[in-house]
């Protein structure tokens, strides 16, 4: 028998040691509920968690992101809808003004309420906000910048892609014109009694009328019709074929501003540019036609020009900047639309007077201003939201007036495309709401997986580890019971010394 090394005591020792580490980590996970609770416990399974936390998590806000997104164009679309609202109202107004039962301030009350609402549309374009940030005023949309200020009123398609596009201004649009070829002194009056038709608006001319009263007279019907009237201090040339054509200002057909009260030559002005636009101008009488310098008949009606516009090429052979080779151009006036049966359209504006003819210009298409939304737990798993801008300029209504049946005529076809046009960024923003809600249910299902997935691994099984923790706790019990009863041991030799 030995005394210096009890090596029953020290084994026992030892399994109550284990036993005793063992009760703890069962103790600290029923307390806990974690099955890890430090890398020693499971390391690879500590590092999958980890990752797999950082997923969950940012699952979770990319789902409170989209559902921002859609709170967004919620927004957006309740702004719109009273937009809808405004144009139908101004369409009916249109169609009211068209009737020509209606007298002059009849109309003016018509237009001041067109106008009205026009202005509301401006400012919800304007003034809607989300969060600080504007929804309507096109700051949420793609950019287009060009080398050229005669290019405005850009308005592209959700295929347009970024990109760098170029196109050739061959020639403006031009106004219908009708050049007065009589140099009216101011001290000249009307020879006779007469009625002036200027797009069907009829102004009464009395004998003796002084070139002031038959101006001022002129120059109200002729907004009635739509048209502008200036006097001139030279008739343009070649002044033997009147009437000239005219792009931007008056001083780009050669004609010279002036005074009415210093006399000179009248020039009739359509206020639309394009093919479309005529200006039917004619006198009853053939003595006060001869005065004023205009036709007492006009069987060929003037019209203006619309944009001559192609696309610009590079390489050999020719290939198109920017645009594909289905892509097609058709004018109106001074407006443009780009478009292929893809869906591809850009429209814009050339400004006349703006542009050198036959000049190139050049259009680059960015994602800058479109609204990003992280709808991912990872890098780059976005979402690109664009909202483009709804204003009366965009709409292309902030030039309607209804003062004449032609004018309203006009205005009914342009609240037409207004309401075509909202309904379209409606219809775009409804698309977007409806990818974002899927994009949370996903979100949400795969945050819910993941996180049965991390349970699995993380969670303790409550049961399990109760019947651990039993086995231990005994174990422990014994262990102390048993090496009380080792440390006895060596009392034996005691006996034999006796």
Same mark, same amino acid.
């Given at each position: 028998?030995?005394?210096?090394?009890?090596?029953?005591?020290?084994?026992?020792?030892?399994?109550?040691?284990?036993?005793?580490?063992?009760?703890?980590?069962?103790?600290?996970?029923?307390?806990?509920?974690?099955r890890?609770?430090?890398?020693?416990?499971?390391?690879?399974?500590?590092?999958?968690?980890?990752?797999?936390?950082?997923?969950?998590?940012?699952?979770?806000?990319?789902?409170?992101?989209?559902?921002?997104?859609?709170?967004?164009?919620?927004?957006?679309?309740?702004?719109?809808?009273?937009?809808?609202?405004?144009?139908?109202?101004?369409?009916?107004?249109?169609?009211?003004?068209?009737?020509?039962?209606?007298?002059?301030?009849?109309?003016?009350?018509?237009?001041?309420?067109?106008?009205?609402?026009?202005?509301? =549309?401006?400012?919800?374009?304007?003034? #809607?906000?989300?969060?600080t940030?504007?929804?309507?005023?096109?700051?949420?949309?793609?950019?287009?910048?060009?080398?050229?200020?005669?290019?405005?009123?850009?308005?592209?398609?959700?295929?347009?892609?970024?990109?760098?596009?170029?196109?050739?201004?061959?020639?403006?649009?031009?106004?219908?014109?009708?050049?007065?070829?009589?140099?009216?002194?101011?001290?000249?009056?009307?020879?006779?009694?007469?009625?002036?038709t =200027?797009?069907?608006?009829?102004?009464?001319?009395?004998?003796?009328?002084?070139?002031?009263?038959?101006?001022?007279?002129?120059?109200?019907?002729?907004?009635?019709?739509?048209?502008?009237?200036?006097?001139?201090?030279?008739?343009?040339?070649?002044?033997?074929?009147?009437?000239?054509?005219?792009?931007?200002?008056?001083?780009?057909?050669?004609?010279?501003?002036?005074?009415?009260t210093?006399?000179?030559?009248?020039?009739?002005?359509?206020?639309?540019?394009?093919?479309?636009?005529?200006?039917?101008?004619?006198?009853?009488?053939?003595?006060?036609?001869?005065?004023?310098?205009?036709?007492?008949?006009?069987?060929?009606?003037?019209?203006g020009?619309?944009?001559?516009?192609?696309?610009? #090429?590079?390489?050999?052979?020719?290939?198109?900047?920017?645009?594909?080779?289905?892509?097609? =151009?058709?004018?109106?006036?001074?407006?443009?639309?780009?478009?292929?049966?893809?869906?591809?359209?850009m429209?814009?504006?050339v400004?006349?007077?703006?542009? #050198?003819?036959?000049?190139?210009?050049?259009?680059?298409?960015?994602?800058?201003?479109?609204?990003?939304?992280?709808?991912?737990?990872?890098?780059?798993?976005?979402?690109?939201?664009?909202?483009?801008?709804?204003?009366?300029r965009?709409?292309?209504?902030?030039?309607?007036?209804?003062?004449?049946?032609?004018?309203?005529?006009?205005?009914?076809?342009?609240?037409?495309?207004?309401?075509?046009?909202?309904?379209?960024?409606?219809?775009?923003?409804?698309?977007y709401?409806?990818?974002?809600?899927?994009?949370?249910?996903?979100?949400?299902? #795969?945050?819910?997986?993941?996180?049965?997935?991390?349970?699995?691994?993380?969670?303790?099984?409550?049961?399990?580890?109760m019947?651990?923790?039993?086995?231990?706790?005994?174990?422990?019990?014994?262990?102390?019971?048993?090496?009380?009863?080792?440390?006895?041991?060596?009392?034996?030799?005691?006996?034999?010394?006796?």
């Amino acid at each position: 028998m030995k005394i210096n090394h009890n090596m029953s005591a020290l084994i026992a020792n030892k399994r109550l040691l284990a036993s005793d580490k063992s009760l703890s980590v069962s103790i600290e996970r029923l307390s806990t509920g974690f099955r890890i609770n430090r890398a020693s416990d499971d390391a690879a399974g500590m590092a999958i968690s980890t990752k797999m936390k950082a997923q969950i998590k940012g699952l979770a806000q990319a789902s409170r992101n989209a559902s921002d997104g859609v709170s967004v164009l919620d927004t957006a679309d309740g702004a719109l809808t009273e937009v809808h609202a405004m144009l139908q109202r101004m369409r009916e107004l249109s169609v009211q003004a068209a009737n020509e039962t209606n007298t002059p301030d009849d109309l003016e009350a018509i237009q001041a309420e067109i106008s009205s609402l026009r202005d509301e =549309i401006d400012r919800i374009s304007r003034d #809607t906000e989300f969060n600080t940030k504007h929804l309507l005023d096109g700051t949420l949309d793609q950019r287009v910048f060009t080398d050229n200020r005669g290019i405005t009123r850009m308005d592209i398609s959700d295929t347009v892609t970024a990109n760098d596009y170029s196109i050739t201004v061959v020639s403006d649009a031009t106004h219908a014109v009708v050049a007065g070829a009589a140099n009216i002194a101011p001290a000249d009056t009307a020879p006779a009694e007469g009625v002036v038709t =200027i797009n069907g608006v009829e102004v009464k001319i009395s004998q003796g009328d002084t070139f002031e009263e038959v101006y001022e007279k002129l120059r109200e019907g002729a907004e009635r019709g739509e048209v502008k009237l200036l006097v001139s201090a030279t008739q343009a040339p070649p002044a033997a074929t009147p009437p000239a054509t005219m792009a931007g200002k008056p001083e780009d057909a050669g004609y010279v501003p002036t005074d009415v009260t210093n006399g000179g030559f009248l020039i009739f002005v359509s206020d639309e540019y394009g093919s479309a636009t005529e200006l039917d101008l004619k006198c009853d009488d053939p003595d006060l036609a001869n005065f004023l310098g205009i036709p007492q008949d006009n069987p060929n009606v003037p019209h203006g020009e619309d944009v001559k516009v192609e696309f610009a #090429t590079t390489g050999n052979p020719p290939e198109r900047v920017g645009f594909g080779s289905q892509a097609t =151009i058709l004018a109106e006036g001074n407006y443009v639309t780009i478009s292929d049966r893809n869906g591809f359209e850009m429209k814009f504006e050339v400004t006349p007077g703006q542009i #050198t003819p036959n000049s190139q210009v050049n259009m680059e298409v960015t994602n800058i201003g479109t609204m990003t939304l992280q709808i991912g737990a990872n890098e780059n798993q976005t979402v690109d939201v664009r909202i483009p801008e709804v204003s009366s300029r965009t709409l292309y209504i902030d030039k309607v007036n209804v003062c004449t049946v032609t004018g309203a005529d006009r205005a009914i076809t342009s609240f037409d495309g207004a309401i075509a046009k909202v309904s379209e960024v409606r219809s775009s923003i409804g698309a977007y709401q409806n990818r974002l809600d899927y994009a949370v249910s996903s979100l949400d299902g #795969t945050e819910l997986n993941m996180t049965q997935a991390l349970s699995r691994i993380e969670d303790v099984d409550m049961a399990e580890e109760m019947t651990e923790y039993t086995k231990y706790n005994v174990l422990t019990q014994a262990a102390t019971s048993v090496l009380a009863q080792a440390n006895d041991i060596p009392q034996q030799v005691l006996q034999l010394l006796q």
